[in-house]
């Protein structure tokens, strides 16, 4: 008798018909007869063996470098389910045309099975997940990012719990290229796309479409969130969770140098992208990283914007659409001042020199967790790190002060919904528009965002002990189009008022928007910061926020009657405060 897992391996054989079926056990062999082949096929080299030893360049197809929102779909049974903010396809339609692209698509290729766990091997909160695929690029990266091969094998031998995925390149063709979750199956199917989310299931598939649907049906969080520890000067670490939108700085600030070290200061490294939560005994609220490894964006990445990824980069890294120097070593802008000479572009052609950028916007390092030079000693915490603060963020040139903090956890779940944030390199798409961009999910929840609202207005009733929430912006310019805040280590003064408030500390104001840092709230010694910037940072404009409120307004009705009436009234009791303000002051 087959296993469930054997017979599923072998219908996706059936249908797509490659001429072999290889089950990946994970060893470091394995990973380099999957590199060699990937030299063979022309599109990867290995990098210069003494500076990046174990390290490979991949250059993708270039219809192919980043995800791709418009082509995903959440296939759930009823249409209202998916809601607003998903494209929708029903299960059947899906299953027909989409079930037609694979027909046969590995024909010639080989099928790699590869078992993984996001999670620690020991945690209880850890889930199985196994993908069938016919890219060696995927089977490489999945072997850093999750735990694959023998170790989750086992886990599965046990339960016969896992999240089956089926992915193939396909033709790589645009128009033949979709992103499947068939949220009530717990069922992935993606084809025509190598990259990235598009193509690493355990990541954005997986751990955030999939896993928000079981979290919310079993009572805990999974969200798009980088995990970090900060110490203080008395040696206690807190734990805050942060969701950033994809390409708004969460590696650098999970992975960040505090410039407030000498001081005692400094921040523990235990994910960069995704946290899955829930309730401990003590009724803390406890995360894990479901993820073994960062796939960070490249360009801007330096020692001074993150000196510690830099270190981890260095060995056993897969780089993605990178430039390369001379000396086969990666580059991307912003590595060096100057692009050195010799540069071949990411697509392996004699650069262009400024006309065009070498390393592709949306260029990546792939890169083992375990190797960032301060990876928390509890990252593999089965039992995860008990969260204090959870902060949303996103790109804002305007209206957002540097933090602030919620008036309470349902005011706090308000400002998530409402985030907004400027778009990036890391979706198809146009760079720089204004997106409503709730909790830095909007791509990424794999069901009605308006029942991930109310999901999340449940778990701070629940929680005996719930997080403050916190909004930080990093991005908001001056009048001169300049950026106010100088940001990375130095976004750890930011943490300490956070740490701070935290532990009832912490001088703060109230404003129609929340509690704002006093003028000297914040740790500002060692920087070179006027005071004007420094107040324009933290002023909250009541003109501009009556429109942000309006906006958000509008943004709410998508969601129609699913809106948890809780934000209605936030947002009421917003533009309240905002009138009080403007009629006291006029
Ligand atoms: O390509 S990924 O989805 O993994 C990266 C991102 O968009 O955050
Ligand atoms: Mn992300």
Redesign the pocket.
């Known amino acids: 008798m087959a296993t469930p897992l054997e017979a599923w391996v072998e219908e996706a054989a059936r249908r797509t018909r490659p001429k072999e079926v290889v089950w990946c056990d994970g060893s470091e062999g394995e990973a380099q007869r999957m590199v060699e082949r990937l030299v063979a096929e022309g599109r990867t080299i290995r990098l210069n063996e003494n500076t990046y030893p174990n390290c490979i360049l991949h250059r993708s197809d270039p219809s192919d470098v980043?995800?791709t929102e418009q082509v995903t779909f959440i296939c759930s049974r009823r249409k209202e389910d998916a809601g607003p903010t998903n494209n929708w396809m029903a299960p059947e339609e899906a299953k027909q045309k989409v079930g037609a692209l694979f027909q046969g698509a590995m024909t010639g290729r080989t099928m790699y099975v590869v078992p993984y766990l996001m999670g620690p091997a020991e945690s209880a909160m850890t889930r199985v997940g196994v993908e069938v695929t016919d890219s060696p690029y995927v089977v490489v990266s999945m072997r850093i990012m999750a735990r694959i091969g023998k170790i989750a094998l086992e886990r599965i031998g046990k339960a016969n719990d896992f999240v089956p995925g089926l992915h193939s390149l396909g033709d790589l063709n645009p128009e033949r290229r979709f992103v499947l979750h068939f949220p009530e199956e717990k069922l992935i199917w993606s084809i025509g796309s190598g990259?990235?989310?598009?193509a690493?299931l355990g990541?954005?598939c997986f751990a955030l479409r999939i896993a928000s649907w079981m979290a919310r049906e079993e009572g805990w969080m999974a969200e798009h969130m980088l995990i970090l520890g900060l110490e203080d000067p008395s040696g206690k670490v807190t734990y805050m969770a942060a969701a950033f939108p994809?390409?708004c700085g969460k590696t650098n600030m999970a992975m960040m140098v505090s410039a407030l070290e000498d001081s005692g200061y400094r921040v523990w490294t235990v994910g960069d992208?995704i946290a899955w939560m829930q309730e401990g005994p003590d009724g803390q609220l406890y995360a894990i990283n479901p993820e073994a490894g960062f796939?960070g964006v490249a360009p801007g990445t330096n020692d001074l914007t993150n000196p510690n990824v830099m270190e981890a980069v260095k060995r056993n890294t897969i780089f993605t659409n990178v430039a390369t120097t001379a000396s086969r070593e990666p580059w991307w802008e912003g590595m060096t001042p100057q692009a050195p000479p010799g540069l071949l572009d990411w697509q392996g052609r004699v650069s262009a020199g400024a006309k065009s950028p070498a390393a592709h916007p949306n260029s990546r390092y792939t890169v083992p967790a375990q190797q960032a030079p301060r990876i928390s000693p509890h990252w593999e915490d089965p039992a995860g790190v008990p969260i204090s603060a959870i902060i949303f963020g996103g790109r804002r040139a305007r209206v957002a002060p540097l933090v602030y903090e919620s008036l309470s956890w349902q005011h706090g779940v308000f400002v998530g919904a409402g985030m907004a944030s400027e778009t990036t390199a890391?979706?198809t798409g146009e760079v720089g528009v204004r997106r409503r961009d709730p909790m830095a999910m909007l791509p990424f929840c794999g069901y009605h965002m308006g029942d991930y609202f109310r999901h999340w207005l449940e778990m701070g009733r629940r929680i005996a002990r719930p997080p403050k929430i916190f909004h930080v912006n990093w991005f908001r310019k001056g009048s001169n189009g300049q950026f106010l805040w100088p940001g990375f280590g130095e976004n750890v003064r930011v943490l300490k008022w956070i740490l701070e408030r935290v532990n009832g500390k912490g001088q703060a104001e109230e404003t129609p928007i929340g509690f704002v840092p006093t003028k000297r709230a914040l740790t500002l010694d060692g920087l070179q910061i006027s005071p004007e910037n420094m107040e324009e940072l933290l002023r909250v404009d009541a003109a501009d926020w009556q429109k942000e409120a309006g906006e958000i307004g509008t943004f709410f009705k998508k969601f129609g009657d699913r809106l948890p009436p809780e934000l209605r009234e936030e947002q009421a009791h917003l533009t309240e405060r905002l009138n009080l303000v403007a009629s006291t002051k006029g």
């Open positions: 980043a995800r990259y990235g989310g598009n690493l990541k954005k994809s390409a992208d796939f890391a979706i």
